[in-house]
């Protein structure tokens, strides 16, 4: 074997090894086509991420600008904090409510949450959750 059929078996392997890894990388994942959300092709367990998004996306569309919201998530209420930083970012024309700030809230978006308390009207259901307006 010539120095030059060397240098260029060394080049050529590993970009075909590499190659097959992305291409297997692909399939795994669903290959290619449009995600959900940004989270929908991601590694860590997309499934209560993108319902997030997906939710906090409804509630920004149906929700008027400088409503006053508040995000609960009854089944885990130790990530309502994590919950409560992307709906600051999700929804940018409400103002969003920290969990534990005193002021009652116009609206109440649950995450995983399909019950509607006494004195809340339902504005709109999914698998993600719940949009409900005080009434």
Do not use: C
Not at 63 to 90: F, I, K, M
């Amino acid at each position: 074997m010539s120095r030059a059929n060397a240098i260029r078996a060394f080049l050529v392997l590993p970009s075909l090894l590499f190659l097959t890894l992305g291409l297997r990388e692909l399939l795994v994942r669903g290959g290619p086509g449009q995600a959900r959300t940004i989270v929908s092709r991601t590694g860590f367990s997309p499934g209560d991420s993108q319902d997030a998004i997906v939710l906090l996306q409804e509630a920004a569309a149906r929700l008027p600008p400088g409503a006053e919201v508040r995000v609960l998530r009854p089944d885990q209420r130790s990530s309502v904090g994590v919950l409560y930083a992307v709906a600051v970012g999700q929804m940018p024309w409400q103002v969003v409510l920290s969990p534990d700030a005193p002021k009652q809230a116009a609206y109440l978006v649950v995450f995983h949450g399909t019950e509607a308390g006494k004195g809340f009207t339902v504005i709109w259901r999914g698998a993600e959750g719940t949009i409900l307006r005080r009434e």
